[in-house]
């Protein structure tokens, strides 16, 4: 797939000084730094003039002050995180380049209840759902919803939050873990089956990768420090690969997301795929999904974070 694939960019001046904003302050700093040291590495390796900056306050400083062409965002989280728009608004209203989703995707995105609601419009298959504001009833939600199912924070990343619920006794100790971070709490069927995700660049479906953790479910242990943990790429073959491709990229556009981005999917024993959220800035650390399905497709790091920087010209192109 990646032989037909032209760079927009062969000189790395032409993209000038480059701002990698990482760390930041939202609940995946760490995660971020992780990521961010990786793609500062990688750019420089390509030659490309890359500078580390923690953080949106320092980051709008900097750009107030001419020190950068462009952005290279690789905050994860809200808050503080830069991937919920309110980064992506403030380069807008500088008018600087960035990679990635802009205002409108980077926000629904972030927002897990409303991408699902977006989603359920369009027809396209995602788990039933209760939204949950705080004080909500929660007891009568689940039993809507129906057991088991899954409580989070609704607009949190890195699996952080996130219980699987079995029974109703369980219920109150998984809205209270959920309830630690801000904003509202999601509700939804907890579809039993494969966990798959499938990764964007630019217009390009990439490989899937089914997710094969060996505890009960694909947390954040699994994914930032167990080395158990199994990726079996691709993840689907054939007319089920064509299903979820297709599938991925119109979550992707439902929620008017652009340049790069990883799409997480639930197939159920029934091989029927469903919806679970889009991920505006995935992580690029070593056990990251977006190098690995990359990698399958003959995409290397550097060639990737390259790729990826290239979203960035797409005003100027």
């Given at each position: 797939?990646?032989?037909?694939?032209?760079n927009?960019?062969?000189?790395p001046?032409r993209?000038?000084?480059?701002?990698?904003?990482?760390?930041?302050?939202?609940?995946?700093?760490?995660?971020?730094?992780?990521s961010g040291?990786?793609?500062?590495?990688?750019?420089?390796?390509?030659?490309?003039?890359a500078h580390?900056?923690?953080?949106?306050p320092?980051?709008?400083?900097?750009?107030?002050?001419?020190?950068?062409?462009?952005?290279?965002?690789?905050l994860?989280?809200?808050h503080?995180?830069g991937e919920?728009?309110?980064?992506?608004?403030a380069?807008?209203?500088?008018n600087?380049?960035?990679?990635g989703?802009?205002?409108?995707?980077?926000?629904?995105?972030?927002?897990k209840?409303?991408?699902?609601?977006?989603?359920?419009?369009l027809?396209?298959?995602?788990?039933?759902?209760?939204?949950?504001?705080?004080?909500?009833?929660?007891?009568?939600?689940?039993?809507?919803?129906?057991?088991?199912l899954?409580?989070?924070?609704?607009?949190?990343?890195s699996?952080v939050?996130?219980?699987?619920?079995f029974?109703?006794?369980?219920?109150d100790a998984?809205?209270?873990?959920?309830?630690?971070?801000?904003?509202?709490?999601?509700?939804?069927?907890?579809?039993?089956?494969d966990?798959?995700?499938?990764?964007?660049l630019?217009?390009?479906?990439?490989p899937?990768?089914h997710?094969?953790?060996?505890?009960?479910f694909?947390?954040?242990?699994?994914?930032?420090?167990?080395?158990d943990?199994?990726?079996?790429?691709?993840?689907?073959?054939g007319v089920?690969?064509?299903?979820?491709?297709?599938?991925?990229?119109?979550?992707?556009d439902?929620l008017?997301?652009?340049g790069?981005?990883?799409?997480?999917?639930?197939?159920?024993?029934?091989?029927?795929?469903?919806?679970?959220?889009?991920?505006?800035?995935?992580?690029m650390t070593?056990?990251?999904?977006?190098?690995?399905?990359a990698?399958?497709?003959?995409?290397?790091?550097?060639?990737l974070c390259?790729r990826?920087?290239?979203?960035?010209?797409r005003?100027?192109?």
């Amino acid at each position: 797939m990646s032989t037909a694939y032209k760079n927009k960019v062969s000189d790395p001046a032409r993209f000038g000084r480059v701002a990698v904003v990482m760390g930041g302050s939202s609940a995946e700093r760490e995660v971020s730094l992780d990521s961010g040291r990786n793609v500062l590495a990688a750019l420089r390796a390509r030659g490309i003039d890359a500078h580390a900056i923690d953080g949106i306050p320092a980051l709008l400083d900097a750009l107030r002050a001419g020190h950068f062409a462009r952005v290279f965002n690789i905050l994860h989280g809200q808050h503080g995180g830069g991937e919920d728009g309110v980064l992506q608004g403030a380069l807008e209203s500088l008018n600087v380049p960035y990679t990635g989703s802009g205002v409108l995707g980077s926000a629904l995105s972030m927002d897990k209840t409303r991408s699902k609601r977006v989603w359920q419009s369009l027809g396209l298959s995602t788990p039933t759902f209760a939204a949950l504001p705080r004080g909500a009833d929660v007891h009568a939600a689940a039993r809507r919803v129906g057991f088991p199912l899954i409580v989070k924070p609704a607009c949190e990343g890195s699996s952080v939050g996130v219980t699987r619920v079995f029974a109703e006794n369980d219920l109150d100790a998984a809205v209270a873990l959920a309830a630690k971070y801000p904003g509202d709490l999601l509700m939804e069927t907890l579809i039993e089956g494969d966990e798959l995700t499938v990764a964007i660049l630019g217009r390009q479906v990439l490989p899937s990768i089914h997710i094969v953790p060996k505890g009960a479910f694909y947390d954040y242990n699994a994914k930032y420090v167990a080395e158990d943990t199994r990726y079996i790429c691709p993840g689907a073959q054939g007319v089920a690969a064509e299903e979820l491709a297709t599938l991925s990229l119109a979550a992707f556009d439902a929620l008017g997301c652009s340049g790069w981005g990883r799409v997480d999917v639930m197939r159920d024993r029934n091989g029927r795929n469903w919806l679970l959220e889009v991920n505006t800035a995935p992580g690029m650390t070593s056990h990251s999904l977006v190098p690995k399905a990359a990698a399958a497709a003959g995409i290397d790091y550097q060639e990737l974070c390259w790729r990826v920087l290239e979203t960035s010209l797409r005003e100027e192109a």
